[in-house]
């Protein structure tokens, strides 16, 4: 199996020449669930976490559903949302993970913690572990692989497919020898699944954002001492951490 599997991604990297110039579009569908965001928060005590999660859990709106697309080419790709039709319901503010293939680098834009950002850095990609399970995704023979959120104390399981050696997905995640059609954030609080694959031969354009005055450019490493920062107050005050920031 192991032989297998090195073989298996060698033809990864190989094949990734010839998707070399594609451009596309992955449709994803994104779900969140309210009740399994609390059990992230294990610094907070039980009981309390198990009232709010009874709380919502008898919520309707405990569970969220939307839709997001991919767009990519051989030199950038964008993600975001598509805004939904229900009058504002649950809406997001701007969230567009913006990156340049050609020069890795990266101009996402978010909101943290009410104030906007762009974040303008080196490409990162996950630290992930490869598995050896196989399922299918969006028809799509698709393996898994794994890595842990250290900021924010949650796993998160990607499913990859072998036959789409491009290293994109969904959100920030990327780096592995496949397309990534799936996304389990901690147990299931949030998941994203490829519904669609559209690949084209002509050139995709892809639109950068722009840069608003309210939104401030930082590094990543900025984010992450904000986000540092915030979780180490939310712990201190034994409140949840996903209310104000990206989860």
């Not at 919520?59 to 939307?66: A, G, N, V």
């Not at 039709?85 to 993970?97: A, C, P, Q, T």
Request: aromatic residues 14%; charged residues 30%; hydrophobic residues 40%.
């Amino acid at each position: 199996m192991k032989k297998i599997f090195l073989l298996c991604t060698s033809l990864f990297f190989t094949a990734n020449l010839c998707f070399a110039q594609e451009s596309g579009m992955v449709t994803y569908a994104y779900s969140r669930d309210w009740v399994k965001f609390w059990a992230v928060c294990d610094y907070i005590p039980k009981a309390q976490r198990d009232r709010m999660s009874y709380v919502w859990g008898g919520d309707e709106d405990s569970k969220w559903d939307r839709t997001a697309e991919l767009k990519f080419n051989a030199d950038e790709y964008r993600f975001e949302y598509i805004p939904d039709d229900e009058s504002g319901k649950w809406r997001m503010n701007d969230y567009i993970v913006y990156r340049d293939r050609a020069q890795g680098e990266t101009f996402d834009v978010l909101t943290l913690l009410n104030k906007d950002y762009v974040i303008q850095d080196s490409i990162v990609p996950q630290q992930w572990k490869i598995k050896n399970d196989i399922k299918e995704v969006a028809g799509r023979i698709c393996m898994n692989a794994v890595t842990y959120d250290s900021i924010k104390g949650k796993e998160i399981v990607a499913w990859f497919a072998l036959d789409l050696p491009i290293p994109l997905g969904p959100d920030k995640y990327c780096g592995l020898p496949g397309m990534i059609l799936e996304v389990d954030e901690a147990n299931g609080a949030v998941i994203f699944t490829a519904t669609s694959i559209l690949f084209t031969d002509e050139k995709m354009e892809i639109e950068k954002p722009t840069v608003k005055k309210k939104r401030k450019v930082i590094t990543l490493q900025e984010y992450n001492d904000i986000l540092i920062k915030y979780m180490n107050e939310c712990k201190k005050m034994e409140r949840p951490f996903f209310l104000g920031i990206p989860f």
